[in-house]
């Protein structure tokens, strides 16, 4: 789930990350396919890809909301924080070490080609900004929600949240994950906002959203999400002039935005999905 934060790509970096995503994704939905892993109900069998590896999935005492993924020649065991909260989280994780697995993430100094341990602890539920990190979470974003299936659930406008609670009840993924997918997949105008502290951490932006959102910025006090900052709703729903989250681009005079904010309190945290409307 991370978001890249990073000093700005130029254009050739920017198609180069453009290419290797789009062959994670290749390998993601070919893990899934192998091992026929999409169960019937529509939810990816993680577990099953990760027997399919030979990783065993064990829950452990690590620190924080954290995975670890240790590999000891042909065999792995991926190590799940117990401190992780809810079955999407757990789930995100698991497909995050896999892609690690099977992206070869321990590649260099395999030369020797003789039995070796190597491990990675990793935080996919936070924002990081190394390169490997945020490619196993493209990779668990493609497993867990496959375009085939989640990008026709992105097709609509998101005028109530009940596009994202789709997808996450369909493939058994948290909101916030779901959220990011729908963003990504959708045509309208659309972001995910993270927030704590009553600020911008980060925003997520579909392609076809131009608007500029800063990081850092104060959540607006007539926004959602101000109810949890301020009164500590856990969800809330507002339809408000598109100047409240967009105030430095040119809007018509009666242009909305449409806000959804949900609440991550384990996170002294909330993300807000906004849709502004083609007018
Ligand atoms: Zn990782």
């Keep these: 789930m991370a978001v890249h934060r990073g000093p700005r790509k130029s254009a050739d970096e920017k198609a180069a990350e453009a290419t290797r995503h789009t062959s994670i994704r290749a390998h993601a939905l070919e893990a ?22 030979g990783a065993e999935i064990v829950f452990g005492d690590l620190d924080g909301a954290k995975a670890r993924v240790v590999q000891i020649g042909d065999r792995a065991r991926i190590i799940i924080s117990k401190k992780i909260v809810g079955v999407g989280a757990i789930r995100f994780c698991i497909a995050h070490e896999i892609g690690h697995l099977v992206l070869k993430h321990y590649a260099q100094g395999d030369a ?47 005028i109530s949240f009940d596009p994202v609670r789709a997808i996450a009840s369909a493939f058994a993924t948290s909101l916030q994950a779901s959220a990011m997918r729908f963003v990504e997949l959708t045509s309208e105008r659309c972001a995910v906002v993270y927030m704590q502290r009553g600020r911008v951490l980060w925003a997520k932006k579909s392609a076809g959203l131009q608007a500029w959102i800063p990081d850092g910025r104060a959540v607006a006090p007539n926004s959602a999400a101000s109810d949890y900052f301020d009164d500590g709703h856990l969800e809330a729903s507002r339809v408000l002039p598109a100047s409240t989250w967009f105030p430095r ?6 242009a909305s935005v449409y806000e959804h904010m949900t609440a991550i309190p384990e996170q002294a945290a909330a993300f807000s999905l906004l849709w502004l409307p083609t007018t």
């Design 112 to 158: 020797l080609g003789r039995a070796f341990k190597r491990q990675r602890t990793c935080s996919p539920l936070t924002s990081d900004g190394t390169e490997i990190e945020r490619d196993a979470c493209v990779f668990a974003t493609e497993c867990l929600m496959p375009a085939p299936l989640a990008g026709p659930m992105c097709q609509v406008a998101p």
């Design 249 to 254: 681009d040119t809007h018509a005079k009666d």
């Design 32 to 53: 899934t396919a192998s091992v026929d892993a999409q169960s019937a109900d529509g939810a990816i069998d993680v577990e099953k890809i990760a027997d399919h590896l």
